[in-house]
């Protein structure tokens, strides 16, 4: 039996099934979508995680969309997220800690809390 090395295009499909294995699919974010999930990065990751099976300091965050509409009554979803990052003591999950910097307002613009909140609604 002679072995062959594999040709380019079989290490690449290796490469793309092994990379995507286990990985669900990213949804395509909008330019504001794709900076709040920057900012996200940079301001919230290393509290809250986007997985419903992980906890770091703060509660995860994972379909944050569907569920910060319901919060509080007559509150809706972006304004519930909205107050939550510029007054975080204003809501404090069950189990967990007033330890969310109150530094937001001075930290992000308008137009990086909307890329924001826009980013978080895309967590459902």
């Not at 300091?57 to 009554?73: H, K, M, N, T, W």
């Amino acid at each position: 039996m002679v072995k062959r090395p594999l040709g380019l295009l079989s290490l690449l499909a290796l490469f793309t099934l092994v990379g995507c294995a286990g990985s669900p699919a990213q949804p395509s974010l909008s330019p504001q979508q794709d900076l709040g999930r920057r900012l996200f990065r940079q301001h919230c990751a290393s509290c809250h995680a986007t997985s419903t099976d992980i906890v770091i300091s703060g509660p995860s965050l994972a379909a944050i969309a569907s569920s910060a509409g319901d919060r509080i009554q007559g509150m809706d979803a972006n304004g519930y997220l909205e107050r939550s990052i510029l007054q975080p003591s204003a809501f404090i999950s069950p189990g967990f800690n007033d330890l969310m910097p109150k530094t937001f307002q001075q930290i992000l613009t308008s137009e990086d809390l909307e890329a924001l909140i826009s980013y978080l609604l895309t967590l459902d």
